[in-house]
């Protein structure tokens, strides 16, 4: 049995969720630009999704957001799904957009404004109902942007308030996922900026909430896999959203930016038992294909986090372990780096071919037409995009 | 002769321009909110920022966005804003919007692009002519997303080829300003990321070429101050871009992050002459009300700057040579912050009075009406943004 | 009553610790330059210290470092300091100038450096006990160089059993303060390295362990304000170590870098009841004064803190309620900004002569003569140092 | 002819300066950790450093630092290298140590420091005729630590007369290459903090003075290999000083904290011509092996240089630049992404082999028992340092 035969199984049950809104547009607050072929309905984002599933074989779930994936039947568009080889994963809440959040949501100063968000999050937990999901991930805008502007403690409490509220409304099965980012859109203070305030949060609410770690939501020279190993080591690492980042919220493809990092997060992972069997720790991407294709963008992702967890799985924990106890500072750095500077290109072309799948999902994709027929097919309406 | 009326010429000759895209809407690329009275056209700009300098006799300038501003007779946009009791500055060109510059406009592959990126600013030169504006400003959008997108180092030397073409169309008496970003909206290279590239480019085009500085656009912990004094010592600080940050390129007031930076900065333009008779340094607001009123938002900017000003020629140079002369650290900081902690807002109020103009703007401003005035006017049309 | 006289009672209760390793010399790796008159002895450096506190009325309490500060009898050396007019404060422990300790102290790998971690600081709370202190400071050098180099996660369960024993040992009116660092001296990864971090420990280890923020160790960008109101809220911010930095840990004098953050910081202290009476938070000055006079930089530190305070309590919270209330960003915004602004340097030099201190402690220091008598006095014998 | 065999030439001319001081200890403000079998002289130094070419070919001279490496015979010291195999190579001053220095060297507001400071580098100009040493390395450990203390502008002048005199002796063969580094030993503003800065300086100096360009020495998330291009362009990279970090100028071992980012650096030093015959970009190595061993700390580290730039030359031109042409985004990214994936060691190994040298250097050089020997004979004395 090869090293490689014997990372099989946890490669086999590598999952990767995608999110409905990769497939549309995305830009920056100077442009967003459209592209041929972009989804105009849940379902077309739900088809291109199926298409990096199909061609890859790691992304078997779609991400919702509501509203901008609001459907009249949440059980049709689960069968649709399915049709199409995916199911629906975890529902994302959305209190940046209206109007009447533009000083805060689940946080504002008005009860009335906080009641509504909190609504809100009563109706995805509802629709989690019909879409069989099991996450809820709450990601918030909140913050200010002038020193003054809000009483930032008061903000914890009501933050407080307004999160025992939608977790009481959990079920059995469910759980609340509570992201932080470090800034933007608020330039002052953001309510939940850092791992710190997300893990006081859910560990005051219960076994059912858990910190969602978004790889680009940090302060310059973070070490995220830190964070990582913490988190698991508290209980309470409950998803990723991956992407990659060189200075801010970049939300490039995973990997791009600095593949080392990614690789110390995910040895990380593996380290704390976040690949095990039964882990309760979530793997998805939430990404901006700005200028690149929408579709390949995504499978390149899921393949970057593939290859990623492929070197991570044949890192030499014996002989790191060795090194650390002989206290070799070089030698334990050398087993790290002989993992990661593993080619294990040929060895996962080879195993995606023995499952069925195309040795390279990236040239098959171009080979497959698909991007030619949905341009073609998808004219008129109106694209989806953030708000859409 | 106190040392406020030794002021009073400087202040007497302070003037910082303001953007007709301010008093448009402005946000993030997850939401810009919308405020009853939003300008419409480049007039109701231009009445905007004329009641700014109504109040506060310190925006005598309104700087123009191409294409945002365009209009038919610029002649008859600048009699308009004459009649306003401000005149029409900086034009700024925009090559980030159209679809064909996704990947680049003066820095492009294509030569095609280029082309029409260049004709861009040779219609923004001949716009200069009919508002009678002094300086072409250029900010690039350039740059990649992903390391090989492109070829950093050609895109250098196409850049130098456009902008040698542009700079061969100014007139004897206007000139170019080239602005760099650190980041964004290009997440993984800026064609111009650093004073360092913009000093390289206008120093190889000729005297007509200067440096702009947005206050905002810079790596974590840089120091801005050093920035001002060397560029003003090899001459080539043409005009600043203020506001204020906290992370990125925030864009909040000016002197609203960080009060004591602006100081240091302003006591820098001031030590290398910039704020002399003559001086080639000027001064412009570029700012994003995301949340904020806009016109105020303008009124507390100019404001601050003047107040920050006032501060810094009150700075005791010869108390500080002589510390500096003694080698004591601490006396020599003390001068500095003695400057600092003065407390100027009295004596601008009565310097204010004393030229006719309200004590205290802001609340001039709330007395006004104007807010209410222009609410219940501009009702329809489309309200002013970027991209409008 | 004005409102300077109703806070005259918190700044009557105002006290700054200030660390014994402050009147040593330090510096960087590069050089660590020597100042005539440097203290030799604990005694020497206590010395000090109540001169500080004699000018200023702030710094009652002097910290010590263990081992620099090890003394045969510490009940004399109390004495000494109450003959001087000051006491003895919180107890620092030392871990990282021990050749076995170069991987790691309370979270290395081998037990019996962590056995001899521990033992170091249960000497010492014994020392506590004879000093009559309250606090026992931990702040950790420990963390790697190279990834792989250490087992992040097992170090963290290592670090939970040392602090545990440690914690046990400590009497009732005894508490443990856990600091964190951003970096430095490990350059990969520390151990404890955020307040989440110290949070998560000190949360697991009971009511007498808190949270030491220091100032200066943070990642770029970070919110510290929102840290303490967190902290607050969470019942768990124990201590300050005041300093400020430009970029990194640079321990230079609290207040210097960015006075509005210190205000910013101090109000949220002041607002989470951190100033009042009983408060558990124990402001400390931990400063490097590497190049300038180091008795006259803590007195300008502590007047720095004092100063700011004043400004804090003069923030017109009613106003800023209002102004919250009704949603209005540059009103609330403007609220903060006056107190900022509030020149209260005479009232605080009115208040000082008052209580029969100097009006300018730096003058009345300058005027002394102290440092020309420590400067002819101290000569021969080793200066102190960190590390002595 | 396989692409390796054309890559052989630019690998059997790669060259990587080793720096004497590497071999002595180092290590934080915190603590310096000693070694056994640390040098004590500078002839101990070169013996260490030439194990380090033995091993690897790779690294053919050394560095000097001056008064660290002063010796009285510096044609005897020329004959010892040869004699071990290696030539002395770049002289780098220093003015950071002694007292004179502690408010600035060059840019001292005293001329008599300046004439001193001078004066060093007019003597390590002679020492360098008497090694045969082509650059003088100028890094300035000048600036301030608080606002006010000197005068940024002014010192810029001093900076320029006496880099200016300074110059003025170098030989027709010699160079000098002007360092820049963000910050520290300076906390508020340090002379040559940029990359403009120094290229302002050599700019204005001739056709003789080169920017040196540190990896360690950049603000957070600047994009070096942004620098090296622009520089190359400009015809001003004279020298690299390579390391890594994480946080800020760490000084690790260089490729340990981000092996994609010396792939991309190395990238533009092939595409700039850095790596062409007679290019004038001179590679060193300029780290910290605060806790590793010294010399298999540098073995690994020219190793990781010589590993990336076969990366690097193994890119594929061609197909990059058919997609930069068809401005597919993902394809071009993906194939500069085949290259950093390709596993050079075993191709590397064979190289070695054929050229006489271990496959593995860093095995090798443990099992040269080398190490033990060292540290059984260099017993007593000072062991070399910083400052010795």
Chains 1, 2, 3, 4 share one sequence.
Not at 73 to 78: E, F, H, N, S
Request: with cysteine.
């Amino acid at each position: 049995m090869t090293s490689f035969d014997r990372i099989v199984p946890v490669l086999d049950r590598l999952a990767i969720e995608v999110p409905s809104w990769a497939y549309g547009n995305s830009g920056t607050r100077f442009k967003v630009f459209a592209t041929p072929g972009t989804p105009r309905t849940p379902q077309e984002k739900i088809a291109d999704a199926a298409k990096v599933h199909e061609l890859t074989g790691l992304a078997p779930t779609v991400a919702l957001h509501i509203p901008w994936d609001k459907v009249d039947d949440y059980a049709a568009l689960r069968s649709f799904a399915q049709d199409h080889g995916v199911d629906l994963g975890t529902i994302n809440s959305n209190t940046f957009q209206d109007d009447v959040y533009k000083l805060g949501s689940l946080t504002h100063r008005d009860p009335a404004v906080r009641r509504r968000a909190i609504d809100h999050h009563l109706e995805c937990i509802e629709i989690m109902g019909r879409t069989g999901s099991r996450d809820l991930k709450i990601w918030l805008a909140d913050g200010t942007n002038y020193p003054g502007q809000g009483d930032i403690r008061a903000r914890q409490d009501w933050l407080h308030e307004s999160l025992t509220e939608i977790y009481a409304h959990l079920g059995d099965e469910q759980r609340m996922v509570l992201e932080y980012k470090f800034f933007e859109p608020a330039f002052y203070h953001t309510d939940v900026p850092d791992w710190g305030t997300s893990y006081a949060h859910v560990n005051a609410l219960g076994d059912k909430a858990f910190v969602c770690l978004d790889t680009g939501h940090h302060a310059p020279g973070t070490n995220i896999e830190f964070i990582v190993a913490q988190l698991l080591r508290l209980g309470k690492l409950g998803s990723f959203d991956f992407n990659s980042r060189f200075y801010a919220d970049d939300d490039l493809i995973v990997g791009a930016a600095d593949p080392f990092q990614l690789f110390r997060i995910l040895a990380e992972v593996a380290r704390g038992g976040g690949l095990d069997e039964g882990s309760p720790v979530a793997l998805m991407l939430d990404q901006c294909h700005n200028i690149e294709d929408k579709i390949p963008g995504q499978i390149r992702s899921v393949l970057n986090v593939q290859e990623t967890v492929a070197k991570v799985l044949l890192l030499d924990r014996e002989a790191l372990t060795a090194a650390q106890d002989a206290g070799d500072v070089l030698a334990a750095h050398q087993v790290v780096m002989d993992a990661f500077w593993t080619d294990v290109r040929p060895l996962l072309a080879a195993y995606r071919e023995a499952k069925g799948l195309p040795a390279d999902p990236m040239t098959a994709y171009a080979a497959s037409g698909y991007q030619q027929r949905i341009a073609a097919e998808r004219v008129g309406g109106t694209q989806a995009s953030w708000g859409a």
